[in-house]
């Protein structure tokens, strides 16, 4: 409170106790990769992220899938979570869209290339020459994952 | 499925506020219908099939609506402020717009105890508009005065997005006056008279001078569309409403 003096305080009525009350984070765009989704809209992502809450607090939410499948094969399996239609306004099909980061049970992170992102990101000059190779260099959403090496487990 | 006799017999009470409803809904609204709704539901699909085809349905126990955990997630979006239209009705309705759904007689000794009003307080504040829809018209529950008020039709919190829009029952539809903060009556459905309107209804309907025309709220392609297509829909939604209806 010394430090964030935009924050108030609220009394719970019931305790009596003095509370911290921030308001609500409602993004305007919410962007989250998920393992499987529709053409309606209905996804499944990993459990262990907080998609749907990020989903539904959203004002609009783009999911991006790895599959494409029918309304009924959007099942969860373990560790994964349903996030129904109502929540998602797009979706974009791009395999291996979530790289260099990882996309639970499908790929992993990929760490060499973190590393080397890291490691271009020093200077300008490197940041430069990675962000011709990597993102402006490919013409498409394959080309980059074939500059990449990208491979799926 | 369809009963080719279907098409041949003569509109049904609630086939004529399945349309009346249907023709209150815009296209591009995202509209929410609760539970035993069937006639909401319809019409909803009605419209989506026929004027509104970008309409958004979200209809509460269709199979094919799909929650990720449960009704929370309604509220949710009502509380975004992501649903337009969403239905109510009440055991009571008064001119005001109040609608009771928890008890009949004095608060601490019920005559009749009801259900509850649920979520209907909250929604009828938190979506931009509300219709209301009974199964009847009488002078039970169009009272003077509601026992308890469980939602009302407007008043000026500042959190409020909208209120009351109409009103449809068997015999007409009612639209709430934003400026006089009361019901009245707007048209009747066909084959009803002014004066059994106004016999069972408790309440004074503002009519005046005014001429209340008689609405005919199906064309006969809307018709066709409601005993098609929507028809087979609410057998799966609401398979004993459609087999009342449209026959089993």
């Known amino acids: ?153 | 499925m369809t009963k080719p006799t279907i098409s041949n017999q003569p509109v049904q009470t609630p086939e004529v506020m399945i349309g009346a409803i249907s023709g209150l809904l815009r296209d591009g609204e995202w509209v929410a219908t609760g539970t035993l709704s069937p006639i909401p539901a319809a019409a909803a699909l009605l419209a989506k099939m026929t004027h509104a085809p970008h309409l958004t349905t979200l209809i509460y126990g269709d199979p094919d609506f799909r929650l990720s955990e449960g009704f929370h997630e309604l509220f949710a979006l009502a509380q975004k402020g992501k649903i337009d239209v969403f239905f109510l009705s009440g055991v009571q309705i008064d001119k005001q717009g109040h609608i009771n759904l928890s008890m009949l007689g004095d608060y601490d000794h019920p005559t009749v105890r009801l259900p509850g009003g649920a979520g209907s307080s909250m929604l009828s504040a938190l979506v931009r508009r509300v219709i209301l829809f009974t199964t009847s018209h009488n002078r039970r529950l169009f009272v003077p005065k509601v026992d308890f008020i469980n939602a009302t039709a407007a008043d000026d919190s500042p959190w409020r997005r909208g209120g009351l829009s109409h009103v449809v029952t068997p015999l007409c539809m009612m639209v709430f006056d934003g400026t006089k903060k009361e019901i009245i009556l707007e048209c009747l459905f066909p084959g009803v008279s002014l004066e059994e309107v106004v016999r069972n209804t408790g309440f004074d309907l503002g009519i005046g001078e005014r001429r209340i025309p008689i609405m005919n709220p199906l064309t006969d392609e809307e018709l066709a569309v409601l005993r098609g297509p929507v028809q087979e829909r609410m057998r799966r939604i609401y398979p004993q409403f459609a087999a009342s209806v449209w026959g089993s």
Do not use: W
């Open chain 1, 1 to 153: 409170m010394k430090v964030r003096r935009d924050l108030k305080t609220v009394r719970d009525p019931y305790s009596g106790n003095e509370y911290v009350v921030v308001l609500p984070i409602m993004p305007d765009i919410a962007i989250i990769h998920a393992a499987k989704g529709s053409r309606s809209g209905e996804i499944v992502t990993d459990a262990t992220r907080n998609d749907r809450l990020l989903a539904m607090a959203a004002k609009k939410t783009i999911a991006v899938v790895e599959e494409l499948v029918e309304p009924e094969a959007v099942l969860p399996r373990r560790q994964e979570v349903f996030v129904a239609s109502v929540h998602v306004d797009a979706v974009v099909l791009a395999s291996g869209g979530a790289h260099p980061t990882a996309c639970p049970g499908i790929y992993e992170t990929d760490t060499a290339h973190i590393r080397e992102y890291v490691a271009a990101s020093r200077d300008e000059q490197g940041l430069t020459a990675y962000m011709e190779k990597y993102i402006f260099g490919p013409d498409d959403h394959d080309r980059y994952l074939e500059t990449v090496n990208f491979r799926k487990e």
